[in-house]
């Protein structure tokens, strides 16, 4: 079983405060960037630069697409301590029904776009989303809003209602 310590939406993926705040606070050891466009996409490699750059070199860092996430991450080393970032609510419901044995999904930064409605400072979902939170929900995964480590959690359904 993956040594998974930590599972977070965050549309802007790594970047400083994932890093400072929640790799100290979660103890990972590898960030797993869980996301199709920074893993092959037209500009991954620009994508990745940024990122890697952004991690400080206190981790090591990897950038899987949803399905190769989903076929390898059992093979990942018990002393592995894994941060999967993805920055969508349906991508990581993907990974759940790939069968990555995430338990909990903190939600971080989901901006306010045209179509989505604003739930928090930093979290607008639309439709889509909220058929995903759903989706893990049902799949017995806990899902909190919760922005810094000691910012209370609070549960993204409460919000959603």
């Known amino acids: 079983m993956p040594?998974?310590?930590?599972?977070?939406?965050d549309e802007r993926l790594l970047h400083g405060q994932i890093r400072i705040t929640w790799g100290k606070h979660t103890g990972a050891n590898l960030i797993l960037v869980a996301n199709d466009a920074a893993a092959e996409g037209p500009n991954a490699a620009f994508m990745q630069a940024g990122m890697k750059a952004s991690a400080g070199g206190e981790y090591a860092v990897r950038f899987f697409t949803i399905q190769k996430t989903i076929d390898v991450i059992h093979k990942a080393s018990p002393a592995q301590k894994v941060f999967i970032l993805c920055n969508n609510?349906?991508?990581i419901a993907k990974l759940v029904e790939g069968g990555v044995p995430i338990k909990h999904v903190n939600i971080g930064n989901m901006h306010f776009h045209d179509g989505k409605k604003q739930l928090t400072?930093?979290?607008?979902v639309d439709e889509k989303d909220i058929e995903a939170f759903k989706k893990l929900v049902a799949a017995g995964v806990?899902?909190?809003?919760q922005n810094t480590p000691d910012a209370p959690e609070v549960d993204i359904m409460d919000l959603i209602k």
């Not at 400072?121 to 607008?124: D, G, I, Y």
């Not at 806990?142 to 809003?145: A, E, G, L, R």
């Open 3 to 9: 040594n998974i310590v930590w599972t977070r939406i």
């Open 121 to 124: 400072k930093t979290v607008s």
């Open 89 to 91: 609510p349906t991508d």
């Open 142 to 145: 806990k899902c909190t809003v």
